[in-house]
Protein backbone atom coordinates (compact mmCIF):
# COMPACT_ATOMS: atom_id res chain seq x y z
CA UNK A 1 0.00 0.00 0.00
CA UNK A 2 2.45 2.46 0.91
CA UNK A 3 5.23 1.66 -2.01
CA UNK A 4 1.81 2.12 -4.20
CA UNK A 5 2.40 5.97 -2.87
CA UNK A 6 4.75 8.27 -4.73
CA UNK A 7 7.13 9.74 -1.64
CA UNK A 8 10.08 11.13 -1.62
CA UNK A 9 12.75 8.74 -0.14
CA UNK A 10 13.18 10.51 2.93
CA UNK A 11 9.50 10.23 3.85
CA UNK A 12 9.31 6.62 2.57
CA UNK A 13 12.15 6.02 5.10
CA UNK A 14 10.10 7.43 7.82
CA UNK A 15 6.53 5.80 7.34
CA UNK A 16 8.47 2.57 6.98
CA UNK A 17 10.42 3.05 10.83
CA UNK A 18 6.87 4.06 12.14
CA UNK A 19 4.83 1.07 10.58
CA UNK A 20 7.59 -1.29 11.85
CA UNK A 21 7.68 0.67 15.62
CA UNK A 22 4.41 2.10 15.80
CA UNK A 23 3.12 4.88 18.46
CA UNK A 24 -0.73 5.81 19.32
CA UNK A 25 0.13 9.03 17.67
CA UNK A 26 1.22 10.57 14.68
CA UNK A 27 1.54 13.89 12.76
CA UNK A 28 1.59 14.10 8.95
CA UNK A 29 3.13 17.88 8.26
CA UNK A 30 3.57 18.98 4.84
CA UNK A 31 1.28 21.01 2.41
CA UNK A 32 -2.09 20.93 0.80
CA UNK A 33 -1.80 18.77 -2.10
CA UNK A 34 1.73 16.62 -1.14
CA UNK A 35 -0.55 13.38 -0.20
CA UNK A 36 -0.93 13.75 3.36
CA UNK A 37 -4.27 11.89 3.70
CA UNK A 38 -3.05 9.39 1.45
CA UNK A 39 -0.29 8.21 3.10
CA UNK A 40 -2.51 8.31 6.69
CA UNK A 41 -4.91 5.54 4.96
CA UNK A 42 -1.84 3.82 3.67
CA UNK A 43 -0.71 3.84 7.16
CA UNK A 44 -3.54 3.02 8.45
CA UNK A 45 -4.52 0.11 6.50
CA UNK A 46 -0.92 -1.25 6.96
CA UNK A 47 -1.32 -1.58 10.77
CA UNK A 48 -4.86 -2.67 10.76
CA UNK A 49 -4.30 -5.36 7.82
CA UNK A 50 -7.33 -3.76 5.92
CA UNK A 51 -7.71 -3.42 1.80
CA UNK A 52 -7.93 -0.05 0.13
CA UNK A 53 -11.30 -0.76 -0.30
CA UNK A 54 -12.70 -2.00 2.89
CA UNK A 55 -11.29 0.99 5.05
CA UNK A 56 -14.14 3.20 4.70
CA UNK A 57 -16.40 0.42 6.02
CA UNK A 58 -14.19 -1.18 8.65
CA UNK A 59 -15.75 -0.42 12.26
CA UNK A 60 -13.48 0.85 14.10
CA UNK A 61 -12.47 3.55 11.69
CA UNK A 62 -13.11 7.37 11.48
CA UNK A 63 -12.10 10.56 9.67
CA UNK A 64 -12.72 13.71 10.94
CA UNK A 65 -12.26 16.82 8.36
CA UNK A 66 -12.90 20.68 9.49
CA UNK A 67 -16.34 22.06 8.66
CA UNK A 68 -16.39 23.02 5.01
CA UNK A 69 -17.84 26.64 6.28
CA UNK A 70 -15.89 27.42 8.50
CA UNK A 71 -12.82 25.57 8.19
CA UNK A 72 -12.71 24.35 11.96
CA UNK A 73 -12.77 21.32 13.84
CA UNK A 74 -15.05 22.15 17.17
CA UNK A 75 -14.63 20.91 20.38
CA UNK A 76 -18.38 18.98 19.77
CA UNK A 77 -16.35 17.06 16.85
CA UNK A 78 -13.84 15.95 19.48
CA UNK A 79 -16.31 15.24 22.24
CA UNK A 80 -18.35 13.07 19.71
CA UNK A 81 -14.74 11.23 18.46
CA UNK A 82 -14.81 10.55 23.09
CA UNK A 83 -17.09 8.71 22.90
CA UNK A 84 -16.10 7.01 19.83
CA UNK A 85 -13.43 5.64 21.60
CA UNK A 86 -14.97 4.90 24.68
CA UNK A 87 -16.52 1.81 22.73
CA UNK A 88 -14.99 -1.51 22.99
CA UNK A 89 -13.19 -3.37 20.13
CA UNK A 90 -12.78 -7.01 19.42
CA UNK A 91 -9.70 -8.70 18.41
CA UNK A 92 -5.96 -9.63 19.53
CA UNK A 93 -4.00 -7.11 17.50
CA UNK A 94 -2.07 -4.51 19.15
CA UNK A 95 -3.83 -1.91 16.95
CA UNK A 96 -7.58 -2.31 16.28
CA UNK A 97 -9.11 0.82 15.95
CA UNK A 98 -7.57 4.31 13.86
CA UNK A 99 -8.96 7.87 13.65
CA UNK A 100 -7.81 10.31 10.93
CA UNK A 101 -7.75 14.08 11.37
CA UNK A 102 -7.17 15.93 8.56
CA UNK A 103 -6.53 20.13 8.39
CA UNK A 104 -5.33 19.43 12.71
CA UNK A 105 -4.80 22.94 12.49
CA UNK A 106 -8.42 23.50 11.97
CA UNK A 107 -9.06 22.22 15.66
CA UNK A 108 -10.26 25.32 18.13
CA UNK A 109 -8.14 25.92 20.76
CA UNK A 110 -10.94 24.11 22.76
CA UNK A 111 -10.93 21.44 20.63
CA UNK A 112 -7.29 21.35 20.87
CA UNK A 113 -7.41 20.71 24.68
CA UNK A 114 -10.04 18.54 24.90
CA UNK A 115 -8.14 16.61 22.22
CA UNK A 116 -5.02 16.85 24.25
CA UNK A 117 -6.54 14.89 27.34
CA UNK A 118 -7.15 11.61 24.25
CA UNK A 119 -3.22 12.10 23.62
CA UNK A 120 -2.32 11.83 27.63
CA UNK A 121 -4.29 8.79 27.99
CA UNK A 122 -4.75 7.30 24.32
CA UNK A 123 -6.91 4.24 24.28
CA UNK A 124 -4.12 1.10 23.99
CA UNK A 125 -5.83 -0.40 20.99
CA UNK A 126 -5.79 3.21 18.79
CA UNK A 127 -3.94 4.70 16.69
CA UNK A 128 -4.31 8.46 16.37
CA UNK A 129 -3.10 10.05 12.74
CA UNK A 130 -3.37 14.01 12.66
CA UNK A 131 -2.74 15.75 9.12
CA UNK A 132 -1.51 19.50 9.07
CA UNK A 133 0.20 22.12 7.09
CA UNK A 134 2.46 23.26 9.79
CA UNK A 135 3.59 21.77 13.34
CA UNK A 136 3.57 25.31 14.17
CA UNK A 137 -0.26 25.65 13.81
CA UNK A 138 -1.15 23.04 16.58
CA UNK A 139 -0.32 23.84 20.76
CA UNK A 140 3.10 22.41 21.85
CA UNK A 141 1.44 20.20 24.30
CA UNK A 142 0.35 18.16 21.51
CA UNK A 143 3.09 18.40 19.29
CA UNK A 144 5.20 17.11 22.36
CA UNK A 145 2.79 13.90 22.21
CA UNK A 146 2.94 13.06 18.78
CA UNK A 147 5.54 11.60 16.39
CA UNK A 148 5.79 14.13 13.80
CA UNK A 149 6.39 12.98 9.77
CA UNK A 150 7.80 15.38 7.73
CA UNK A 151 6.48 15.12 4.30
CA UNK A 152 8.91 16.44 1.68
CA UNK A 153 8.10 16.81 -2.12
CA UNK A 154 8.83 14.36 -4.54
CA UNK A 155 11.76 15.02 -7.21
CA UNK A 156 10.56 15.57 -10.88
CA UNK A 157 12.24 12.17 -11.57
CA UNK A 158 9.71 10.40 -8.98
CA UNK A 159 7.04 12.42 -10.67
CA UNK A 160 7.58 11.59 -14.39
CA UNK A 161 5.71 8.15 -14.22
CA UNK A 162 2.37 9.76 -13.17
CA UNK A 163 3.37 12.36 -16.18
CA UNK A 164 3.66 9.80 -18.77
CA UNK A 165 0.49 7.72 -17.64
CA UNK A 166 -1.27 10.65 -18.85
CA UNK A 167 -0.73 10.82 -22.32
CA UNK A 168 -0.44 14.79 -22.30
CA UNK A 169 1.38 16.24 -24.39
CA UNK A 170 4.68 17.80 -23.30
CA UNK A 171 3.66 21.36 -22.92
CA UNK A 172 0.87 20.43 -21.09
CA UNK A 173 2.80 18.44 -18.53
CA UNK A 174 5.88 21.07 -17.58
CA UNK A 175 2.54 23.62 -16.85
CA UNK A 176 0.95 21.09 -14.84
CA UNK A 177 3.95 20.73 -13.11
CA UNK A 178 5.44 23.81 -12.44
CA UNK A 179 2.04 24.71 -11.21
CA UNK A 180 1.57 21.88 -8.55
CA UNK A 181 5.04 22.87 -7.25
CA UNK A 182 5.61 19.61 -7.62
CA UNK A 183 2.70 18.53 -5.32
CA UNK A 184 1.28 14.87 -6.21
CA UNK A 185 -2.24 15.61 -5.76
CA UNK A 186 -2.72 19.20 -7.06
CA UNK A 187 -0.14 17.54 -10.23
CA UNK A 188 -2.91 14.65 -10.82
CA UNK A 189 -5.83 17.06 -10.40
CA UNK A 190 -4.45 19.70 -13.06
CA UNK A 191 -3.09 17.01 -15.65
CA UNK A 192 -6.56 15.60 -15.33
CA UNK A 193 -8.35 18.88 -15.56
CA UNK A 194 -10.10 18.07 -12.17
CA UNK A 195 -11.69 21.80 -11.57
CA UNK A 196 -13.69 20.25 -8.05
CA UNK A 197 -10.11 19.62 -6.37
CA UNK A 198 -9.97 22.29 -3.68
CA UNK A 199 -6.32 23.13 -5.32
CA UNK A 200 -7.49 23.80 -8.48
CA UNK A 201 -10.41 26.22 -7.21
CA UNK A 202 -7.64 27.89 -5.45
CA UNK A 203 -5.02 28.53 -8.39
CA UNK A 204 -7.94 29.70 -10.41
CA UNK A 205 -9.06 31.84 -7.66
CA UNK A 206 -5.08 33.04 -7.78
CA UNK A 207 -5.43 33.80 -10.83
CA UNK A 208 -7.88 35.84 -10.76
CA UNK A 209 -6.95 37.80 -7.93
CA UNK A 210 -3.48 38.73 -10.54
CA UNK A 211 -5.80 40.28 -13.08
CA UNK A 212 -7.77 42.76 -10.72
CA UNK A 213 -6.93 46.28 -9.67
CA UNK A 214 -5.54 47.28 -6.24
CA UNK A 215 -8.88 47.78 -5.64
CA UNK A 216 -10.83 45.10 -6.32
CA UNK A 217 -8.11 43.23 -4.21
CA UNK A 218 -8.56 44.97 -1.40
CA UNK A 219 -12.41 44.45 -1.19
CA UNK A 220 -11.81 41.01 -1.02
CA UNK A 221 -9.84 41.18 1.88
CA UNK A 222 -12.42 41.31 4.60
CA UNK A 223 -14.36 37.52 3.37
CA UNK A 224 -10.90 35.94 2.77
CA UNK A 225 -9.39 36.69 5.86
CA UNK A 226 -12.34 35.15 7.99
CA UNK A 227 -11.41 31.86 6.62
CA UNK A 228 -7.74 31.31 7.49
CA UNK A 229 -7.29 28.13 5.29
CA UNK A 230 -8.39 29.39 2.36
CA UNK A 231 -6.71 32.23 2.27
CA UNK A 232 -3.37 30.25 3.28
CA UNK A 233 -4.14 28.16 0.25
CA UNK A 234 -4.69 30.94 -2.35
CA UNK A 235 -1.45 32.71 -1.23
CA UNK A 236 0.02 29.06 -1.63
CA UNK A 237 -1.36 28.71 -5.40
CA UNK A 238 0.20 32.84 -6.27
CA UNK A 239 3.33 31.83 -5.16
CA UNK A 240 3.06 28.31 -7.54
CA UNK A 241 1.65 30.57 -10.08
CA UNK A 242 4.36 32.97 -9.77
CA UNK A 243 7.32 30.13 -9.83
CA UNK A 244 5.72 28.87 -12.87
CA UNK A 245 5.85 32.52 -15.04
CA UNK A 246 9.27 32.98 -13.51
CA UNK A 247 10.30 29.49 -14.91
CA UNK A 248 8.52 30.12 -18.49
CA UNK A 249 10.07 34.21 -18.76
CA UNK A 250 13.85 32.73 -17.97
CA UNK A 251 13.60 30.39 -20.47
CA UNK A 252 11.98 33.13 -23.23
CA UNK A 253 15.19 35.50 -21.58
CA UNK A 254 12.64 38.24 -20.50
CA UNK A 255 14.04 40.06 -17.94
CA UNK A 256 11.22 42.44 -16.98
CA UNK A 257 8.98 39.46 -16.41
CA UNK A 258 11.39 37.82 -14.46
CA UNK A 259 11.92 40.72 -11.95
CA UNK A 260 7.98 41.11 -11.75
CA UNK A 261 7.36 37.25 -10.95
CA UNK A 262 10.29 37.35 -8.41
CA UNK A 263 8.91 39.75 -6.74
CA UNK A 264 5.09 38.27 -6.72
CA UNK A 265 6.83 34.97 -5.78
CA UNK A 266 8.60 36.75 -2.59
CA UNK A 267 5.57 38.84 -1.40
CA UNK A 268 3.42 35.32 -1.95
CA UNK A 269 6.36 33.50 0.05
CA UNK A 270 6.23 36.02 2.94
CA UNK A 271 2.90 36.34 3.49
CA UNK A 272 2.72 32.23 3.53
CA UNK A 273 5.20 32.66 6.28
CA UNK A 274 3.56 35.18 8.13
CA UNK A 275 0.47 33.10 8.28
CA UNK A 276 1.62 30.24 9.44
CA UNK A 277 2.73 31.52 12.12
CA UNK A 278 -0.56 33.18 13.35
CA UNK A 279 0.00 36.90 12.13
CA UNK A 280 -3.44 39.03 11.60
CA UNK A 281 -4.87 37.33 8.66
CA UNK A 282 -6.43 40.39 7.07
CA UNK A 283 -3.41 42.54 7.29
CA UNK A 284 -0.98 39.99 5.70
CA UNK A 285 -3.68 39.88 2.56
CA UNK A 286 -4.16 43.67 2.92
CA UNK A 287 0.05 43.85 2.37
CA UNK A 288 0.57 41.19 -0.37
CA UNK A 289 -2.72 42.73 -2.40
CA UNK A 290 -0.82 45.79 -2.23
CA UNK A 291 2.87 44.33 -3.58
CA UNK A 292 1.38 42.19 -6.43
Not at 20 to 23: D, G, Q, S, T
Not at 205 to 222: C, G, I, N, S, Y
Not at 229 to 249: C, F, G, H, W, Y
Given at each position: MIDDLVLHDSTLDQVRNFI????HALL????????????????VCALLDVSQDKLAAYPHYSEIASTAATGTVSIETVRELQKFLQLKTIGTKALR????????QGMTTEAQNAFL???????????????ADSPRSLLPTIMSRVQAVTVHIPSEEQLQPIMAASGKDEATLRQAYFLSGGLPG????LIRGDETHPLITSVT??????????????????ALSKQK?????????????????????ATKGDEARVGQ???IRKAALTTGEALDHSVNTKLALSNLFLHL
Open positions: ANPVLTGPDGIGKTAIARALRAIVIEHAKLLEEPPADTLLVLTLLCADAKAVLQKTPFERLAMVDDSAKMLVAALQRIAEAMLAQAWHR
